[in-house]
């Protein structure tokens, strides 16, 4: 069985770099992980032997652009025939019934409906300010609440209740208790400046599961997968202050990803990480050259 990552317009490098490492780390051993272009989507048969179809961290109107149609209504029939979809940051945006991005901000407001409607609702970001496209300025790591109850009988291991997560413009998941087939899996630590303006809770959902028919959608606006190794830390304070996160928060990451994994019925086997050091050092640096480019 394939783990396919969407691997094509809209999606950012370095997020398939990053998603293509951590899932290797966690699902590598059973599955195939496999990238793929809109081709596939379009016009083969990859449902038959898909394991979980993933849509990475990047731009939410070029995948519109690119799976709009019939591609997206292979992608909702075989989630509802009891496939899997795992939505990061843009790919969450993406899966949800409609989007609100920058609400006001000139170039930038993005507010529309999506065809896939996973999340039955609004996904609304950016959660925290200072979102660029095509830069790490704006990137975070920031605090997120695991919901310990929800994941600890999916999990091997210990869950902490909070955790450190990369992040760089997602959003959050707007009144997920309204709906009988979500459930959170983890929310934002500290306020939103959208809440007041939105008479909203602080209490944001950032990861959710959806269940979609016989099939499961697991959306996440943070970047759980994003790793970082302490030999690759560099002379600048602020990457330096993420990455140090990143590397304190990296065995917790991967234990909620594989009780994640696990709620939405994919074989998860527990390995120990500094197995993939390697290939995580190799991500590692190509993010950390991106970063001192831009900052």
């Given at each position: 069985?394939?783990?396919?990552?969407?691997?094509?317009?809209?999606?950012?490098?370095?997020?398939?770099?990053?998603?293509?490492?951590?899932?290797?780390?966690l699902?590598?051993?059973?599955?195939?992980?496999?990238?793929?272009?809109?081709?596939?989507?379009?016009?083969?048969?990859?449902e038959?032997d898909?394991?979980?179809?993933?849509?990475?961290?990047?731009?939410?109107?070029?995948?519109?652009k690119?799976?709009?149609?019939?591609?997206?209504?292979?992608?909702?029939?075989?989630?509802?025939?009891?496939?899997?979809?795992?939505?990061l940051?843009?790919?969450?945006y993406?899966?949800?019934?409609?989007?609100?991005?920058?609400?006001?901000?000139?170039?930038?407001?993005?507010?529309?409906?999506?065809?896939?409607?996973?999340?039955?609702?609004?996904?609304?970001?950016?959660?925290?300010?200072?979102?660029?496209?095509?830069?790490?300025?704006?990137?975070?790591?920031?605090?997120?609440?695991?919901?310990?109850?929800?994941?600890?009988?999916?999990?091997?291991?210990?869950?902490?209740?909070?955790?450190?997560?990369?992040?760089?413009?997602?959003?959050?998941?707007?009144?997920?208790?309204?709906?009988d087939n979500?459930?959170?899996?983890?929310?934002?630590?500290?306020?939103?400046?959208?809440?007041?303006?939105?008479?909203?809770?602080?209490?944001?959902?950032?990861?959710?599961?959806?269940?979609?028919?016989?099939?499961?959608?697991?959306?996440?606006g943070?970047?759980?997968?994003?790793?970082?190794?302490?030999?690759?830390i560099?002379?600048?304070?602020?990457?330096?202050?993420?990455?140090?996160?990143l590397i304190?928060?990296?065995?917790?990451?991967?234990?909620?990803?594989?009780?994640?994994?696990?709620?939405?019925?994919?074989?998860?086997?527990?390995?120990n990480?500094?197995?993939?050091?390697?290939i995580?050092?190799n991500?590692?640096?190509?993010?950390?050259?991106?970063?001192?480019?831009?900052?």
């Amino acid at each position: 069985m394939n783990v396919l990552i969407y691997n094509d317009l809209g999606a950012s490098p370095n997020a398939v770099k990053h998603t293509h490492c951590t899932l290797a780390s966690l699902l590598g051993q059973i599955y195939n992980i496999v990238q793929i272009d809109r081709k596939v989507l379009q016009s083969e048969t990859w449902e038959t032997d898909c394991a979980m179809l993933v849509m990475p961290g990047g731009r939410d109107l070029p995948y519109c652009k690119a799976l709009n149609g019939k591609p997206n209504e292979r992608i909702k029939k075989y989630v509802e025939a009891g496939g899997r979809y795992l939505g990061l940051c843009a790919g969450a945006y993406y899966a949800s019934e409609s989007i609100e991005f920058e609400k006001g901000r000139a170039l930038m407001e993005i507010i529309q409906s999506r065809e896939l409607e996973f999340y039955p609702g609004l996904c609304r970001g950016t959660t925290y300010p200072g979102f660029i496209y095509n830069s790490e300025n704006g990137a975070l790591s920031v605090t997120v609440k695991l919901e310990q109850q929800t994941l600890r009988e999916f999990s091997t291991s210990y869950i902490l209740k909070e955790i450190k997560m990369y992040y760089n413009g997602g959003g959050y998941f707007v009144h997920p208790e309204c709906y009988d087939n979500v459930t959170v899996l983890c929310r934002y630590k500290d306020p939103s400046p959208l809440c007041a303006s939105q008479d909203e809770s602080d209490d944001l959902a950032a990861a959710v599961h959806c269940r979609v028919g016989l099939g499961h959608a697991l959306l996440i606006g943070t970047h759980p997968e994003y790793n970082a190794s302490p030999m690759n830390i560099s002379s600048n304070e602020k990457i330096d202050s993420i990455f140090n996160d990143l590397i304190t928060s990296e065995n917790d990451r991967k234990r909620f990803l594989r009780a994640a994994f696990a709620r939405i019925g994919l074989k998860v086997i527990s390995t120990n990480i500094k197995d993939n050091n390697i290939i995580e050092n190799n991500v590692n640096s190509d993010l950390i050259s991106e970063l001192l480019l831009r900052i």
